[in-house]
Nanobody, 118 residues
Framework: VQLQASGGGLVQAGGSLRLSCAAA????????MNWYRQAPGKQREVVAR???????VYADSVKGRFTISRDNAKNTAYLQMSTLNPEDTAVYYC?????????????WGQGTLVTVSS
């Protein structure tokens, strides 16, 4: 099983980006899908979470600016980021709880870099 994160890049403050996280492989079911980020010199922090049913939770720092969504048919999660500011600069990682037949596992993507210029 692999998680492939994409969509990062360089954007000016106030701009928007949409990240994608696609799970592929021997997948039976995907439960919670999450986005984390790690800024230079800081610990990794959770940004947003979404359950299989679509219930979502956000870090206070991104509420009202970021929206997490998912397409269960595609085993893909998205993170729509708007009104970006330089403090959002980080490597963004996706994470998911995946059932491969026999066991649930916690999987991580490779990360995608988001850089917000002032």
């Amino acid at each position: 099983v692999q998680l492939q994160a994409s969509g990062g890049g360089l954007v000016q403050a106030g701009g928007s980006l949409r990240l994608s996280c696609a799970a592929a492989g021997n997948i039976v079911s995907v439960n919670g899908m999450n986005w984390y980020r790690q800024a230079p010199g800081k610990q990794r922090e959770v940004v947003a979470r979404i359950s299989r049913s679509g219930s979502d939770v956000y870090a206070d720092s991104v509420k009202g600016r970021f929206t997490i969504s998912r397409d269960n048919a595609k085993n893909t999660a998205y993170l729509q980021m708007s009104t970006l500011n330089p403090e959002d600069t980080a490597v963004y990682y996706c994470n998911a709880d995946i059932y491969t037949g026999g066991r649930w596992g916690d999987y991580w993507g490779q990360g995608t870099l988001v850089t917000v210029s002032s």
